[in-house]
């Protein structure tokens, strides 16, 4: 089955982001750099440290992707247009909640996770690494009243 996932673009901080995400959204990070590839040309060598490729495995099942650009390739910064979403039932609401609060260290844009008029707990959050981020844990139905 095919998986749709978030490959975030970095200048030369990926790993720092990375390991950002994985504090706040646990599971396994595996990052591969430019200086593991022996047969790479033409990076300098002052950025082999940098990711060429980082993959974050949650225990949830959610994949997050994300690179360097250093000077080898433009870098293409997060826009505005682009939200990583976290998204789930009230099942997982303790969770998204939780990531949301580690999230939330050092963002900008924020919106408070809490509940919204149709009745989800909804936030939003620019990181401090310029990722734009959305939260919602659905109710599963509409308040009353």
């Given at each position: 089955?095919?998986?749709?996932n978030p490959y975030l673009?970095?200048?030369d901080n990926a790993r720092q982001a990375l390991e950002f995400y994985q504090a706040a959204l646990g599971g396994e990070l595996d990052i591969m750099t430019f200086?593991?590839?022996?047969?790479m040309p033409?990076?300098?060598?002052?950025e082999r440290t940098l990711v060429m490729h980082g993959q974050l495995e949650t225990p949830s099942g959610l994949t997050l992707m994300a690179a360097d650009a250093g000077t080898m390739m433009?870098?293409?910064?997060a826009t505005a247009g682009v939200t990583v979403a976290l998204t789930g039932g009230l099942d997982d609401l303790d969770y998204i909640t939780g990531v949301?609060?580690?999230?939330?260290?050092?963002?900008s844009d924020v919106l408070p996770f809490e509940v919204a008029p149709w009745?989800?707990?909804?936030?939003q959050?620019?990181?401090?690494?310029?990722?734009?981020?959305?939260?919602?844990?659905g109710a599963g139905e509409l308040p009353q009243g």
């Open positions: 089955m095919a998986k749709l673009s970095f200048k200086g593991d590839m022996p047969d033409g990076v300098p060598e002052g433009p870098h293409v910064p949301y609060a580690a999230l939330s260290d050092g963002a009745g989800d707990h909804y936030g959050l620019t990181d401090k690494f310029g990722v734009s981020w959305m939260f919602d844990a």
